[in-house]
């Protein structure tokens, strides 16, 4: 299974995790449109809000818009979706995302450019 992982004492708090990720999915830089989040807890203390591909939201939604592909990643089938949002709201790590501009949900699907802009390792991709 394919995942990203994160290690929040390497975290800087730079976005550009974030702002690479909202360029991919929405082509604009807009942190509120990452599937990444950093979020300063304390001075110099990030934590990262990154999908593990848990599965939760699998389980919780109502149409089965929400599948495992072949390599792990749980993806979204927009044309199922109903927009209610229940997985954003079952989601233990807060990593399903959603934003007003939209009416379906998005996530982490692990395509790895947030890693290649880490500048400090904060952020890989595994597979188990």
């Not at 929405?26 to 990444?36: G, H, I």
């Not at 304390?42 to 592909?69: F, M, S, W, Y």
């Not at 949002?85 to 990593?95: L, S, T």
Request: glycine share 6%.
């Amino acid at each position: 299974m394919k995942r990203l992982v994160k290690d929040e004492n390497l975290c800087i708090g730079c976005g550009k995790c974030e702002e690479v990720c909202s360029n991919a999915f929405f082509r604009e830089s807009n942190a509120a449109k990452s599937c990444v989040r950093v979020q300063e807890i304390e001075e110099n203390k990030h934590k990262l809000t990154i999908c593990n591909q848990c599965g939760k939201c699998i389980e919780v939604c109502p149409v089965q818009a929400l599948t495992r592909d072949s390599k792990g990643i749980i993806r979204l089938n927009k044309k199922d979706c109903v927009g209610c949002f229940m997985c954003v709201g079952f989601c233990p790590d807060n990593a399903m995302m959603q934003h007003d501009d939209y009416i379906e949900p998005f996530k982490c699907i692990a395509c790895g450019l947030c890693v290649k802009s880490c500048p400090t390792g904060a952020l890989k991709i595994v597979e188990d």
